[in-house]
């Protein structure tokens, strides 16, 4: 069955920087996108990015663009978020989920999430 | 600010039916497919509902979605309490190139 594990969590001081990845099981991982989602404490759902099955194709939400960026190794059946120039409002709990075809129909599968606390 | 909309909450008794709309626009509902998400507490989140009224396999048929326009709604009947969870939908928004999000409803299940 497809499972997606995220790791990488833990507290950060502002300004620095992270890196989550999440590792990926039980499908053909290199043909799908893979997204992240975010979900501060107390609070709703937010996209943060997607990237497509080979990588060429990324987007990001605006609240992390210029910040944050999603990466896979299709070879290590992981995806990675590198996270910079962290901010408190980056506190998170953060989820991977695997991709439908196309990007655009969001995704099925779901992490159990790691979370991230930006605070000094 | 959620750029699509839902009510924060939603009740009804056991038994009952209850239905969750989903307000959004021409760039994301109205010409893309919506996911609806359960998200029951202390777990992530599942999906319930996929290009707007279709259900994964486990999902039982008391959970159903329809479109019209740019609105979705999610009806769930036979209420247990069980269904007690946040509930969120989604969609791509072709102007943002990204995903949206509602603010979530959680239904209480009384």
């Known amino acids: 069955q497809v499972h997606l594990v995220e790791s990488g969590g833990g507290v950060v001081q502002p300004g620095r920087s992270l890196r989550l990845s999440c590792a990926a099981s039980?499908?053909?991982?290199?043909?799908?996108?893979l997204h992240w989602v975010r979900q501060a404490p107390g609070k709703g759902l937010e996209w943060v990015a997607v990237i497509s099955f080979d990588g060429n194709l990324k987007y990001y939400a605006d609240s992390v663009k210029g910040r944050f960026t999603i990466s896979r190794d299709n070879s290590k059946n992981t995806l990675f978020l590198e996270m910079s120039s962290l901010r408190p409002d980056d506190t998170a709990v953060y989820y991977c989920a695997r991709g439908l075809d196309p990007i655009n129909r969001l995704f099925d599968y779901w992490g159990q999430g790691t979370l991230v606390t930006v605070s000094s | 600010q959620s750029v699509l909309t839902q009510p924060p909450s939603v009740s009804a008794a056991p038994g009952q039916k209850v239905t969750i709309s989903c307000s959004g626009s021409?760039?994301?509902?109205?010409?893309?497919?919506v996911c609806w998400y359960q998200q029951l507490p202390g777990t992530a989140p599942k999906l319930l509902i996929y290009d707007n009224n279709q259900r994964p396999s486990g999902i039982p048929d008391r959970f159903s979605g329809s479109k019209s326009g740019t609105s979705a709604t999610l009806g769930i009947t036979g209420l247990q309490t069980g269904d007690e969870a946040d509930y969120y939908c989604?969609?791509?928004?072709?102007?943002?190139?990204?995903?949206?999000f509602g603010g979530g409803t959680k239904l209480t299940v009384l």
């Open positions: 039980g499908f053909t991982f290199s043909n799908y996108a």
């Open positions: 021409s760039s994301n509902i109205g010409n893309y497919f």
């Open positions: 989604g969609a791509w928004d072709g102007s943002l190139n990204t995903v949206v």
